[in-house]
T-cell receptor, first 113, second 111 residues
Framework: AQSVSQHNHHVILSEAASLELGCNYSYGGTVNLFWYVQYPGQHLQLLLKYFSGDPLVKGIKGFEAEFIKSKFSFNLRKPSVQWSDTAEYFCAVNAGAGNMLTFGGGTRLMVKP | SQTIHQWPATLVQPVGSPLSLECTVEGTSNPNLYWYRQAAGRGLQLLFYSVGIGQISSEVPQNLSASRPQDRQFILSSKKLLLSDSGFYLC??????????FGQGTRLTVV
């Protein structure tokens, strides 16, 4: 079965700092990869996704992620974070029979103004 | 357009009581349906997923069960709640490999 690991559970940054959140998955076949974000008190919403093609994916609000197949990774990046980026971020993988969607444990990001 | 309804939004139940959380999807056919539990510091844990009516896969053995009596209805149940069942439960749907859409969630407190 596939699994997803997010190694950073809590990240604290100052505004304008650069962000990189790690995500690794375990599955040997074709995968679809996602990053979801949950702002305080709000629903989970899609940040960006990768299905195929260019491994560098751009999402909303200046976020991007790079799929590195050889490393089974899909790290999320943002060059300069804002206070409004404070949220919990989840990496997810959709693969295998039935397209089961599996999430990582999440990373809580706090951006200090 | 597609929408997902999940209810109730909050629920307080005594230990040993039964549970039934319902989720319905509108505007799509034959969706994949999911139940997740979100616990503080533990992210999103997949509990059950379903690719069709009557087809349920359980990811985590526990005190809960799921059923899909209709194409767009997904029910999370328990016969006797435990304190450890407290948490935030999320229903979600997706079609094929497209992104998942989440319900508003149910905050369950077992007392």
């Amino acid at each position: 079965a596939q699994s997803v690991s997010q190694h950073n559970h809590h990240v604290i940054l100052s505004e304008a700092a650069s962000l990189e959140l790690g995500c690794n998955y375990s599955y040997g076949g074709t995968v679809n990869l996602f990053w979801y974000v949950q702002y305080p008190g709000q629903h989970l919403q899609l940040l960006l996704k990768y299905f195929s093609g260019d491994p560098l994916v751009k999402g909303i609000k200046g976020f991007e992620a790079e799929f590195i197949k050889s490393k089974f990774s899909f790290n999320l990046r943002k060059p300069s974070v804002q206070w409004s980026d404070t949220a919990e971020y989840f990496c997810a993988v959709n693969a295998g029979a039935g397209n089961m969607l599996t999430f990582g444990g999440g990373t809580r990001l706090m951006v200090k103004p | 357009s597609q929408t997902i309804h999940q209810w109730p939004a909050t629920l307080v139940q005594p230990v040993g009581s039964p549970l039934s959380l319902e989720c319905t999807v509108e505007g799509t056919s034959n969706p994949n349906l999911y139940w997740y539990r979100q616990a503080a510091g533990r992210g999103l844990q997949l509990l059950f997923y379903s690719v069709g009516i009557g087809q349920i896969s359980s990811e985590v053995p526990q005190n809960l069960s799921a059923s899909r009596p209709q194409d767009r209805q997904f029910i999370l149940s328990s016969k006797k709640l435990l304190l450890s069942d407290s948490g935030f439960y999320l229903c979600a749907w997706s079609v094929e490999a497209i992104e998942a859409f989440f319900g508003q969630g149910t905050r369950l407190t077992v007392v």
